[in-house]
């Protein structure tokens, strides 16, 4: 255990560079993640301050004028990435990709002024965060759900963080391809290509990319014309989230905001209605098909993370939980092995992530503390084991995809050194 603990905090400072810190040393990811940086920041958080308050800062100043903060940051203008900062072509200050990545920042930042039991005069540091944050989930507001319907959309699979999903294969099936494509892909040869996604599916990810730069990556447009637009359980289930730690934020600053909580009413409210407790079901909604999508993902038990009132929906959610990964030796497998889209080793289609068994632990804690412990130590275990790697065969454990990635080694940390 002490060992791991220091090859996890070697892990992450390898990965620094003088701001921002990699998601891995492999050449994988050669630039800022947005939600990678949030669970790392989470994970600095746990040994050096400084460090976590600069990941933030470094992410937040690629924040767009409009309040979007992009999926990634190109801090150096390196190609060693597909589609780098020229195929993107927008960001002021900073280059970056033109869609977004859950806002689990909101939650992040709450965690560590919580745990740090600052003053509200020390908190004053926090202001210029706390603001940036908050205009960031107005925009998803505004732009993702301009009708008001109480549901947040996501344009492109790369927004949810978890990319080529079972989840997508419906929509994803509808994207015409753009005949002119000259993309060179360099992942798969970093990577097996049997654990990353088809050349099919990368062909999609490019040609949604290249509408969107037609638009120049106007956010009205980029709603009513992309050719992908869901509304998806595990995107809303972190947006609520993120909605209540800055509730808590601006409240705990005595900048309570009426807009912020009404919508938190209405998002809880319709994300409840996309579980179906009694067939213990999920349902996601293509908007762009007008049709839904039901897949067993563990992204869905995100909604645990969101904190619902409703208790019976809450221990439902629990009881499909303990049955989604019952014969499963790793937990939690991303995509229920039963099902037939289900592949071992592919990426997002199968494989246990450690910062989906993070979010879920955070969501049992408060709900059924037996559960969330055994959740912690299985996690704890297979990351002591096969130490930091991208993903994990919840059938064998072996360690797959990135070596040295920085947010398994984040949460390890958070795991295992804040003790709740
Ligand atoms: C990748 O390159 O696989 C990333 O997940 C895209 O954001």
């Known amino acids: 255990m002490k060992n791991t603990i220091k090859f996890a ?25 947005n939600w990678d940086s949030a669970f790392i920041a989470l994970g600095y958080s746990n040994f050096n301050l400084d460090y976590s308050l600069k990941e933030i800062d470094t992410l937040l100043s690629g924040q767009w004028e409009d309040g979007m903060i992009p999926h990634i940051l190109f801090h150096i203008k390196d190609l060693n990435y597909t589609p780098n900062y020229k195929a993107w072509n927008c960001g002021k200050k900073v280059s970056s ?20 039991k600052l003053s509200q005069k020390k908190i004053k540091k926090f202001y210029p965060f706390i603001f940036k944050i908050k205009k960031c989930l107005e925009w998803f507001i505004k732009y993702r759900d301009p009708k008001r319907t109480g549901l947040i959309s996501i344009l492109h699979p790369w927004e949810s963080g978890y990319d080529n999903s079972p989840l997508w294969d419906k929509p994803m099936n509808k994207i015409k391809i ?34 969107f730069k037609k638009m120049n990556y106007d956010p009205k447009k980029m709603y009513y014309k992309s050719k992908f637009n869901v509304v998806d359980v595990g995107f809303n289930s972190l947006f609520l989230k993120a909605l209540k730690d800055l509730d808590f934020l601006l409240d705990y ?3 309570s905001n009426s807009f912020i909580k009404k919508y938190i009413i209405l998002n809880e409210k319709k994300l409840t209605k996309l579980f179906n407790p009694k067939k213990m079901t999920f349902k996601n909604k293509d908007l762009r098909n007008n049709t839904s999508v039901k897949i067993p993902s563990i992204t869905n038990f995100f909604m645990l993370y969101s904190d619902l009132k409703n208790k019976s929906v809450n221990r439902s959610l629990i009881k499909s939980l303990k049955k989604y990964y019952k014969n499963e030796k790793y937990l939690f497998p991303s995509v229920s092995p039963g ?59 072996l360690g797959m995809g990135a070596k040295n990635f920085s947010w398994s080694a984040a949460l390890y940390l958070d795991f295992i050194l804040n003790r709740p």
Do not use: M
Request: with cysteine.
């Open 9 to 33: 905090k070697r892990t992450l400072i390898n990965n620094r560079r003088s701001k921002y810190t990699l998601p891995t040393n492999t050449k994988l990811y050669p630039a800022q993640w």
């Open 97 to 116: 990709s033109g869609i977004t990545q859950p806002p689990i920042l909101a939650s992040v930042l709450r965690l560590i002024i919580e745990r740090q």
């Open 178 to 211: 753009d005949s002119k494509l000259t993309y060179k892909r360099k992942d798969n040869k970093i990577v097996s290509p049997d654990q990353r996604p088809l050349k099919i599916d990368y062909d999609r990810y490019v040609s949604i990319k290249n509408h």
């Open 253 to 255: 600053i005595n900048e």
């Open 339 to 397: 099902h037939e889209s289900f592949e071992e080793k592919r990426y997002w289609r199968g494989p246990v992530w450690i910062n989906c068994n993070w979010i879920i632990y955070q969501g049992l804690k408060t709900k059924d503390k037996k559960f969330a412990k055994i959740v912690k130590k299985r996690t704890i275990n297979l990351v002591e084991k096969k130490k930091f790697r991208e993903y994990y065969s919840c059938k064998s454990g």
